[in-house]
């Protein structure tokens, strides 16, 4: 008995960390800090970064809210998602709807009381960012292109936040936040054609639904070749160090990802590009340590 019990609980926690996309969660904290370090306050050191308290209280307001994001999708998408993630789904239902509703809001108010730390400011940007979240998970998922635009600005939204903290908006920092927004809006459109058979069993109107997936791959061509010009700026306009290498495998990923595309159609196809894009966004994260290799050494504290 006691064996069984043990296993139910494993399962329920491995339910829960699927639920909130654990692995999403971590990669955003790692990218928060280092964004922060390597980027948004490259004249401050390390260590200063890294324990600031503002910093923190901040990823951890972040953190929680897009868990807490994670987990009302997954309660509205469940009917969805039985179809088009079977096995995922099974063991999300490790855990109730009840439970996942209840973690919800304590995820969120706890969201709100991280943000309290930092200002009133902070509070209401993050309110609205709980309450986006919602509305596009509650009403504009099932609305045509609405779904695709809030769901990229969601996305990013946790970036925003940084940038704001640090009131660094150079020109170079917009440009890389380009490029991260429209492979993020690429992803979109993708994760359409992955899931037709559940959104179209849903009523989600969808543009390849809706126009056809020639349509959406129209789309994903133009959003790729559009994605080009900030790397193009970034190599060749901009100081950044070695991270120069990250965007040229990013060009050849990109020039893979558009072969594949023209040749996709069934599901696992789809299921490649979107990881290929995943590939994209996490190499992007951790090739920020490219920009500046001797802070590694230098500027610890």
């Known amino acids: 008995m006691a064996s069984i019990s043990k296993k139910r609980l494993l399962l329920k926690i491995l339910s829960f960390i699927s639920v909130i996309r654990g692995y999403n969660i971590l990669v955003l904290v790692i ?27 901040m990823v951890l307001a972040t953190a929680s809210i897009v868990a807490a994001g994670y987990i009302i999708n997954n309660f509205y998408d469940s009917e969805k998602d039985l179809i088009n993630r079977p096995q995922k789904t099974m063991l999300d239902r490790f855990v109730s709807q009840r439970t996942k509703l209840s973690v919800y809001f304590i995820l969120n108010l706890a969201g709100i009381f991280f943000a309290s730390y930092l200002s009133f400011r902070a509070v209401s940007f993050f309110a609205i960012y709980i309450f986006v979240i919602w509305f596009y998970s509650h009403r504009l998922k099932k609305i045509l292109f609405f779904n695709n ?36 809006l690429m992803r979109e459109p993708v994760k359409d054609l992955e899931n037709m058979k559940g959104d179209i069993a849903q009523g989600y109107r969808t543009i390849p639904i809706v126009y ?8 994903i061509t133009a959003l790729t070749f559009l994605s080009m010009i900030p790397v193009y700026l970034l190599i060749f306009h901009f100081e950044i160090g070695k991270m120069y290498y990250f965007f040229y495998g990013a060009l050849v990923v990109q020039v ?46």
Not at 32 to 49: E, K, N, R, W
Not at 276 to 301: E, N, Q, T
């Open 256 to 301: 893979i990802f558009l072969l594949v595309l023209y040749f996709s159609k069934a599901k696992w196809q789809y299921v490649l590009l979107h990881n290929l894009l995943k590939f994209i966004i996490v190499a992007g994260v951790f090739s920020i340590l490219l920009i500046d290799v001797d802070a590694l050494l230098s500027r610890v504290f």
């Open 31 to 57: 990218a928060q800090y280092l964004t922060s370090i390597f980027i948004l306050a490259p004249d401050h050191p390390m260590g200063q970064v890294l324990f600031d308290p503002n910093l923190f209280f």
């Open 212 to 219: 056809g997936e020639n349509a959406s791959k129209s789309l």
């Open 149 to 184: 635009l809030v769901a990229s600005v969601i996305t990013i939204t946790p970036f925003f936040a940084v940038f704001l903290y640090y009131k660094n908006f150079d020109t170079v920092i917009l440009v890389h936040a380009a490029f991260l927004y429209l492979i993020i």
